[in-house]
């Protein structure tokens, strides 16, 4: 007996060609293949036809099945999408072609990543904007910050991300850059226009889930709510919501252990700017090699605003620099980036066309990377769980040596946690520790505690439909997790895997979740899914050729009169076809299926009780005569 897949997916659409089929059944079967303990339709997933929850499975038992991939089946065709051979070779022309410009712009992504590609957040261009000259002047020591927000408000009065409407970032930032402007005696046009849209809108606040609410904006927003009193800016203080959030505040506040975060690096660095009564000259010490604090713009432009030191000067002009006089809500993101990218690209399908580039982005990874574990950004003393399940994940994956001892960094008492003192737990944080889980050895215990521990997690989460995520918004965030607990990482096929990520992936349209909403273009971006599209159909009708192929091969060859069905053909091609899927594998991926028809088709023939031992040692002699033949003649 042989231990096989626990779940095979069957799927019904293809992702570009609208009611095609890759594999699908009219009506699921009570048994399908020997092994098979339960079917049920999951129609909570996205484009799914059928789940088979299989155990241990040895050579099925289909023959009562014949038919039944036959019923209803409707497949992608090229003779059928095209009239003719002509406009058949212009299709296949033009999918090359496109194929071949996304391989490009992928490849001039990959080759030109260095501290990562962020979008810019208004709210920490607000604080960077408010530095006064370090020499005494009296003017911004960076007016291109000024500049930036004056050319960046929206339509509607506020400042923040364009294409999704959240309350929480929309107003934090919107406050932030009126708080900038007013200071600088500017533009009272925009200001008013700010304003307005705070008072019309700070009542959503309340109406917004807790998770996507954006990191510490129960400090920073009564902070600068504070900012704009002294700046005789009218902000609402009767709303019920702006209470909760001042409550939240005091309640965090005295859970800071000021005494650690004087000592020892912690995540509290990333938010100063929204924190009384710091002794700077300790806190000083503690500052990244590149002169940030824990690589934040806000918090380290409030940190120069108090010392004028030097190193946070210089950390400044670098990002403002980078960003034409905006700066993102926390840079670098290198090693985020990095890793991310890699991880979307093998999940998409399509990592074959990038093996060198993404080798360097590894190796990136694997320079940084620590016995204590990794975070966004290289040369950090902070580090967490995320980003380290992310890079051990794919650093082993890789070849890579790397201790699963790091994880003991991340465990106390039985429990897994992203930071230390975190107050939530984050769902992506403990998805991907339990994805890093499952590529351990023998007798790592620490992996097999985190498995228990984070599947559990995510299970009581499933169970409350509380799969949201506090660090990202993304396209189908329950629908990864549960994949990822139905079908474990080492029986997963790497077609089926892709069919479900083409669904969950979202593009461009996935937005992360830091001080304010952000967006990571070589993470998150439609030039990857148009790849993965393309690809996986252009795969996918070559495996529909090659399945053409095999049928007329069974036919000629008359395996039906030895008891093979055409269903248990189609099982053995589908299984090869999940696994060695690439194109130019064709010729392994066809040895694969007939080999296995082979293989049941003497199995069934010589499990008779007609065939006699004579017959058997002919057969076995005749069989090991042509090998030796083959080889000669080779």
């Given at each position: 007996?042989?231990?096989?897949?626990?779940?095979?997916?069957?799927?019904?659409f293809?992702p570009?060609?609208?009611g095609?089929?890759f594999?699908?059944?009219?009506?699921?079967?009570p048994?399908?293949?020997?092994?098979?303990?339960s079917?049920?339709?999951?129609?909570?997933?996205v484009?799914?036809?059928?789940?088979?929850q299989?155990?241990?499975?040895?050579r099925?038992?289909?023959?009562?099945?014949?038919?039944?991939?036959?019923?209803?089946?409707?497949?992608?065709?090229w003779n059928e999408?095209v009239?003719?051979?002509?406009?058949?070779?212009?299709?296949e022309?033009?999918?090359?072609k496109?194929i071949?410009?996304?391989v490009?712009?992928?490849?001039?992504?990959?080759?030109?990543?260095?501290?990562?590609?962020i979008?810019?957040?208004?709210?920490d261009t607000?604080?960077?904007?408010?530095?006064e000259?370090?020499?005494?002047?009296?003017?911004?020591?960076?007016?291109?910050?000024?500049q930036?927000?004056?050319?960046?408000?929206?339509?509607?009065?506020?400042w923040?991300?364009?294409?999704?409407?959240?309350?929480?970032?929309?107003?934090?930032?919107?406050?932030?850059?009126?708080?900038?402007?007013k200071?600088w005696?500017?533009h009272?046009?925009?200001?008013?226009k700010g304003?307005?849209?705070?008072?019309?809108?700070?009542?959503?606040?309340?109406?917004?889930?807790?998770?996507?609410?954006?990191i510490?904006?129960?400090?920073?927003?009564?902070?600068?709510?504070e900012?704009?009193?002294?700046?005789?800016?009218?902000?609402?203080?009767?709303?019920q919501?702006?209470?909760?959030?001042?409550?939240k505040?005091?309640?965090?506040?005295?859970?800071?252990?000021?005494?650690?975060m004087?000592?020892v690096?912690?995540?509290?660095?990333?938010?100063?700017?929204?924190?009384?009564?710091?002794?700077?000259?300790?806190?000083?010490k503690?500052?990244?090699?590149?002169?940030?604090?824990?690589?934040?713009?806000?918090s380290?432009?409030?940190a120069?605003?108090?010392?004028?030191?030097?190193?946070?000067l210089?950390?400044?002009?670098?990002?403002?620099?980078?960003?034409?006089?905006?700066?993102?809500?926390v840079?670098?993101?290198?090693l985020?980036?990095?890793?991310?990218?890699?991880?979307?690209?093998?999940?998409?399908?399509?990592?074959?066309?990038?093996?060198?580039?993404?080798?360097?982005?590894?190796?990136?990874?694997?320079?940084?990377?620590?016995?204590?574990?990794?975070?966004?950004?290289?040369?950090?003393?902070?580090?967490?769980?995320?980003?380290?399940?992310?890079?051990?994940?794919?650093?082993?994956?890789h070849?890579?040596?790397?201790?699963a001892?790091v994880?003991?960094?991340?465990?106390?008492?039985?429990?897994?946690?992203?930071?230390?003192?975190?107050?939530?737990?984050?769902?992506?944080?403990?998805?991907n520790?339990?994805?890093?889980?499952?590529v351990?050895?023998?007798?790592?215990?620490?992996?097999?505690?985190?498995?228990?521990?984070?599947?559990?997690?995510?299970?009581?989460?499933?169970?409350?439909?509380?799969?949201?995520?506090?660090?990202?918004?993304?396209?189908?965030?329950?629908?990864?997790?549960g994949?990822?607990?139905?079908?474990?990482?080492?029986?997963?096929?790497?077609?089926?895997?892709?069919?479900?990520?083409?669904?969950q992936?979202?593009?461009e349209d996935?937005?992360?979740?830091g001080?304010t909403?952000?967006?990571?273009?070589?993470?998150?971006?439609?030039?990857?899914?148009?790849?993965?599209?393309?690809?996986?159909?252009?795969?996918?009708?070559?495996?529909q050729?090659?399945?053409?192929?095999?049928?007329?091969?069974?036919?000629?060859?008359n395996?039906?009169?030895?008891g093979i069905?055409?269903?248990?053909?189609?099982?053995?091609?589908?299984?090869?076809?999940?696994?060695i899927f690439?194109?130019?594998?064709?010729?392994?991926r066809l040895?694969?299926?007939?080999?296995?028809?082979?293989?049941?088709?003497?199995?069934?023939?010589?499990?008779?009780?007609?065939?006699?031992?004579?017959?058997?040692?002919?057969?076995?002699r005749?069989?090991?005569?042509?090998?030796?033949?083959?080889?000669?003649?080779?």
């Open positions: 007996m042989t231990s096989q897949c626990s779940s095979i997916l069957l799927l019904r293809s570009t060609v609208h095609s089929t594999l699908s059944l009219a009506k699921p079967p048994k399908l293949f020997a092994g098979a303990s079917v049920r339709p999951k129609d909570e997933w484009n799914l036809g059928i789940h088979l299989c155990k241990a499975v040895s099925p038992d289909i023959g009562e099945y014949t038919d039944l991939f036959q019923n209803g089946l409707s497949v992608i065709k999408i009239e003719d051979g002509i406009e058949e070779e212009a299709l022309e033009s999918a090359s496109k071949k410009e996304h490009q712009s992928i490849r001039s992504m990959l080759d030109s990543m260095d501290d990562g590609e979008s810019v957040s208004a709210y607000a604080w960077v904007a408010l530095v000259d370090i020499h005494g002047k009296g003017t911004p020591q960076f007016p291109s910050s000024l930036w927000i004056a050319n960046n408000q929206l339509h509607d009065g506020s923040g991300d364009g294409s999704i409407f959240s309350a929480h970032d929309r107003i934090i930032n919107t406050l932030a850059c009126v708080i900038a402007l200071s005696n500017m009272p046009d925009k200001r008013e304003m307005l849209f705070i008072k019309e809108n700070i009542c959503k606040l309340g109406d917004e889930t807790a998770e996507h609410m954006p510490g904006f129960e400090v920073a927003f009564p902070s600068l709510i900012i704009a009193r002294k700046l005789d800016i009218e902000v609402p203080d009767d709303s919501v702006l209470q909760e959030i001042y409550a505040r005091n309640l965090k506040l005295t859970r800071i252990p000021k005494d650690i004087h000592i690096p912690t995540t509290l660095l990333h938010s100063l700017e929204g924190m009384p009564d710091l002794n700077w000259e300790k806190l000083l503690l500052q990244c090699p590149d002169g940030s604090f824990l690589f934040s713009p806000s380290t432009a409030f120069l605003m108090q010392t004028k030191d030097d190193n946070c210089r950390y400044l002009n670098k990002a403002v620099e980078r960003f034409n006089g905006g700066v993102p809500n840079y670098p993101v290198d985020f980036e990095h890793i991310w990218a890699v991880d979307r690209l093998e999940r998409l399908g399509i990592s074959r066309y990038f093996q060198s580039e993404i080798k360097e982005c590894i190796d990136y990874v694997y320079r940084y990377w620590t016995e204590e574990g990794i975070c966004w950004a290289r040369k950090s003393r902070v580090h967490d769980i995320d980003d380290t399940a992310m890079g051990f994940r794919l650093l082993r994956l070849g890579h040596e790397v201790s001892d994880f003991g960094h991340f465990e106390k008492g039985g429990e897994f946690f992203c930071f230390a003192g975190q107050s939530t737990q984050a769902v992506t944080g403990m998805f520790l339990y994805r890093a889980s499952q351990l050895f023998p007798g790592e215990k620490i992996l097999e505690d985190a498995k228990m521990f984070s599947a559990k997690f995510l299970r009581e989460k499933q169970a409350n439909n509380e799969l949201f995520d506090k660090w990202i918004i993304t396209k189908d965030l329950p629908g990864e997790v994949l990822a607990l139905e079908v474990p990482w080492y029986a997963s096929l790497p077609r089926v895997e892709t069919r479900f990520y083409l669904e992936y979202g593009g996935d937005v992360w979740i001080k909403l952000y967006r990571m273009s070589f993470v998150n971006n439609n030039t990857y899914l148009e790849l993965a599209k393309l690809d996986y159909n252009n795969c996918q009708a070559l495996h050729l090659e399945w053409n192929i095999i049928q007329k091969w069974y036919t000629e060859s395996l039906g009169q030895f069905s055409q269903t248990s053909l189609l099982f053995k091609y589908y299984m090869a076809a999940a696994s690439e194109p130019e594998r064709s010729k392994e040895a694969w299926a007939k080999t296995s028809v082979l293989v049941e088709t003497i199995l069934s023939y010589f499990g008779t009780e007609e065939i006699y031992g004579e017959q058997r040692t002919d057969f076995i005749q069989f090991r005569n042509y090998l030796h033949n083959g080889r000669c003649a080779a």
